[in-house]
């Protein structure tokens, strides 16, 4: 079965920044995307107080140019203020055209 | 520690596709999977008054030749009439034997 | 934007391990992990009467080095007595030093 090279970008953070992020992949152009609640503990620097709580894990696949920029966006808008993680890894999916490929 | 390279095959699609798609899994021999509720968008084309919507992720290790005939069970048997996406990557697994390897 | 190598170790088992694997986790030094419930299915072999039950996938960010450590400790002391997979994939990350990196 054919299938097409794209990069899956997972960006986890506190379940409240959800909304904003999901509206923001939507800007960017992205075709799908899903979320997943989760139990997620953070690097002791970051909230010193806590090594759990509630976060959301949000998942979109895109060309590797929008993983790029969506990767850019967070980095510049999010790293500073919140204890957000991204990262971006290779998949191979059928249907490219459901992913603006 | 010494490991073994299979495929993780994923799948999203609407939540009530699950007990099917899992049993089809299991006919398919799979020895192992997960399945996550997640809250999903879809494609504009294909949902065109809904971006979100809940969702269910299917996950499982196989070898790459049972990889390639699940998805290409689920390429004929599901993307015509479902909002579904599917896609492959590479995994490095413990104890083979577990999934058919 | 820069990115960084490192392994995603995804351990997945019973829900009631829970604790104990985060707890292992933070005492390796990891610095975020998120846990996932998930519906799960088995080996045949390893749990003959039940192809499905709860689950808790635990994915953690680490060095190959920590990686390995991880994925060594969970090989053998869980591989034995519980129906534990485990496995690790390659991923960029951003914001290396969240990680040990």
Known sequence: ?????????????EKALEPQLVK????????????????????KGTRPSR????????EVIASPELAERILTHVAQNYFEKY????????????????FGG
């Open 1 to 13: 079965v054919k299938t097409f090279a794209m990069k899956r970008v997972t960006i986890v953070g």
């Open 24 to 43: 923001e992949m939507h800007d960017f152009g992205v075709t799908g995307y899903t979320s997943t609640v989760v139990h997620g503990g953070g690097a």
């Open 51 to 58: 090594w759990e709580g509630p976060n959301v894990k949000i």
């Open 83 to 98: 204890a957000v993680i991204a990262f971006v890894d290779d998949v191979q999916v059928l249907r490219a055209e459901k």
